[in-house]
């Protein structure tokens, strides 16, 4: 991308940059956001505060079905704060993605334990991600329904998704090699499909030309039952978006590249241990939890088990723009 289209794209995004409002370490900080601080959660960011991972919370970068996500500082410099709503999330829509992943099959059912779990396993998809040598945020710390990871940007300012990025067809093609490069580590290298990709999940930084993959909580291992059939619906996605740009590969071609294996491979072995050290620091919040926090799981796992049998027996869900 010349120099020129790299100015013009960065001041459409100072142009649209919204001013955040910046919450200090004192009571404004309580201030309530679309059922994202609850008492819970506010006390877990007290003490990530206390630690140092954040200084400043500021305001949303998104707004997604199962989580908000905050620009904030800390020690580690900008960072972003993803806090899974764990009274409002859409959790069935989880289910294909964690309840069948063999990392995870230990869970149980309930609205909390998936939100906790879903939170851990994004931090464990970042980590295996970036050791692929996939540009993605890399991942800090996370405790229950809070993941702190790096923030994608400078000064305040996320970097376009793709779908708001203007390019011409030899931009996209560029784009379009590294993104389908990016699958194929992280198939080979990683063993993850990331089970949701398209222009919303893939941010582009403009000054340097390159793709970035977010949002990789459902990613699942390739021994998930669904992974083909996630891969395929990933592929599909890719093409749908880069076809106005007048790519066209065929599926069975792309799925060639993203499974062919190179001699600078390196694959990423998957280390459990922050899972279960999780699994069991949830158990020990179970069992100290508060009267408030278990009467809320009962209330949700009665909802449960009076759910219709289309409910409990949704599949896959399909993609919704946010």
């Avoid at 877990?44 to 400043?56: M, V």
């Avoid at 699958?183 to 403009?206: C, G, K, P, T």
């Avoid at 990789?216 to 890719?238: C, K, M, S, W, Y």
Wanted: proline share 3%; glycine share 4%.
């Amino acid at each position: 991308m010349s120099q020129k289209k790299i100015d013009k794209q960065m001041k459409q995004i100072e142009d649209k940059r919204a001013k955040s409002r910046i919450f200090k370490k004192d009571s404004s900080f309580l201030k309530a956001e679309e059922n994202v601080f609850d008492v819970p959660t506010l006390k877990l960011l007290y003490s990530f505060a206390n630690k140092g991972y954040i200084n400043e919370l500021g305001g949303s970068i998104s707004t997604g079905k199962e989580a908000n996500v905050f620009y904030a500082t800390g020690n580690e410099g900008e960072v972003a704060v993803k806090i899974y709503r764990i009274n409002s999330s859409t959790f069935k829509a989880m289910d294909p993605y964690i309840l069948k992943d063999p990392r995870f099959t230990h869970i149980r059912h309930s609205r909390k334990d998936i939100i906790f779990a879903w939170t851990q396993k994004e931090y464990q998809n970042l980590l295996r991600i970036s050791k692929a040598g996939i540009r993605a945020p890399r991942p800090i710390t996370c405790d229950r329904n809070v993941l702190i990871m790096e923030f994608m940007g400078e000064n305040g300012v996320a970097y376009p998704s793709l779908k708001d990025v203007k390019m011409d067809d030899e931009d996209a093609r560029i784009f379009y090699d590294q993104i389908i490069e990016d699958m194929r580590r992280m198939y080979v290298r990683a063993s993850l499909v990331h089970a949701d990709l398209s222009e919303y999940n893939i941010l582009i930084d403009i000054e340097k030309g390159e793709a970035v993959i977010i949002d990789v909580g459902q990613a699942v291992t390739l021994n998930h039952p669904n992974a083909r059939e996630f891969l395929l619906r990933d592929v599909e996605n890719i093409k749908r978006f880069f076809r106005k740009y007048g790519i066209e590969e065929e599926t069975k071609s792309i799925l060639e590249q993203i499974k062919q294996k190179k001699e600078e491979d390196i694959i990423v072995e998957p280390d459990e241990t922050d899972v279960k050290a999780a699994d069991e620091k949830t158990s020990t919040d179970e069992e100290t939890g508060t009267d408030e926090e278990t009467r809320t799981d009962e209330n949700i796992s009665a909802d449960e088990e009076t759910g219709t049998d289309e409910e409990m027996n949704a599949g896959i869900p399909e993609k919704e723009n946010d």
